[in-house]
């Protein structure tokens, strides 16, 4: 089983920056896209952001030219940074990987906790 362990919440004034950063252990067969979520209150959980193994990622709409996604291959790490933070921006931030396997030919998804963000002045 992988784990996902998150770091990086907190209240971030609107207008600024902050990162999170979550790290995959456990029995890791091949760690494929790895992505951040968010839940904001009263709604549904919905992606953030997304990388591939290979480092393509993808954004939101909403946080296109706000966040960036990478990753630390070696640490099985991923991180997201966040500028430009916007009140509703406000949400819980997961994260998530693929743990790929080609000898079973499947994947299994690990999510972390969650971690609380909050925009606000």
């Known amino acids: 089983q992988v784990q996902l362990v998150e770091s990086g919440g907190g209240v971030v004034q609107p207008g600024g920056s902050h990162e999170l950063s979550c790290a995959a252990s456990?029995?890791?067969?091949?760690?494929?896209?790895m992505g951040w979520y968010r839940q904001p209150p009263g709604k549904q959980r919905d992606l953030v952001a997304t990388i591939s193994s290979s480092g393509i990622t993808t954004y939101q709409n909403s946080v296109k030219g706000r966040f960036a996604i990478s990753r630390d291959g070696a640490k099985f790490t991923v991180s997201l940074q966040m500028n430009s933070l916007k009140p509703e921006d406000t949400a819980v931030y997961y994260c998530n990987a693929e743990d790929v396997s080609t000898d079973y030919g499947d994947t299994l998804d690990a999510w972390s906790q969650g971690t609380v963000v909050i925009v606000s002045s």
């Open positions: 456990g029995s890791i067969r091949s760690i494929g896209v």
